[in-house]
């Protein structure tokens, strides 16, 4: 399964237009920034329902930020996370996956709808004005910016963002950042134990 999720991101990172690369995948030390992270966020969902943070009330939300014309960084990060809830197994109940646009001008409903689907249903796109956007990456301490080479039309950019996933906890607080790259089997191994300590650990992970 996970080879095949590999194989999956690799397939959507060369259909995707690749005008420049990510910003460099971060360190993040571990449960560091509780004082600095804002979990707020108030955005729409593909079906343009309003979401915030609190709406996942008694489960975890493992999150993340980019973009469907991504080339590279965002369908390995999803396909990751997609190896994250295939490993918690029926424990990926206690879970919402959300995947955020730091894009929205490009990144239609439908498109959003498709695309996270394409890596695992259960994960929901997420999207909303440039300011209410802006507003829940500068909360979570997200950088992206647009690069748009020269003489480009408007519509032709890249956007260079924060790499990695954010975990918050069953009352909607920043837990920690897992950096671009770590291991799926290490994060849904971190992910279980908090689950276990919450009480909320149902069953044991998947092989």
């Given amino acids: 399964m996970e080879k095949r999720l590999l194989l999956l991101a690799l397939a959507a990172g060369l259909s995707l237009p690749s005008a420049a690369v990510d910003l460099a995948a971060e360190q993040v030390p571990p449960e560091r920034e509780t004082g600095v992270i804002n979990s707020r966020y108030l955005l729409m969902d593909a079906n343009g329902r309003a979401v915030s943070n609190q709406d996942f009330r008694g489960r975890f939300q493992l999150l993340t930020f980019g973009y469907t014309y991504c080339p590279d960084v965002c369908p390995t990060t999803l396909a990751e996370m997609a190896m994250v809830i295939n490993r918690l197994g029926k424990d990926a109940e206690a ?111 998947s092989k």
């Fill in 95 to 205: 879970l919402q996956a959300l995947f955020i646009t730091v894009d929205p001008e490009r990144d239609t409903v439908d498109t959003l709808r498709s695309y996270v689907a394409f890596f695992d249903p259960r994960i929901i796109a997420l999207t909303g004005s440039p300011a209410l956007v802006r507003k829940a990456a500068d909360n979570f301490k997200v950088r992206y910016e647009k690069v748009r080479e020269p003489d480009a039309p408007p519509d032709q950019y890249a956007v260079d963002h924060s790499a990695g996933m954010i975990l918050l906890g069953p009352d909607g607080r920043f837990i920690r950042k897992f950096a671009y790259a770590m291991p799926a089997a290490q994060i849904a191994e971190h992910v279980l134990d908090m689950m276990a300590s919450n009480g909320l650990r149902r069953a044991p992970a």
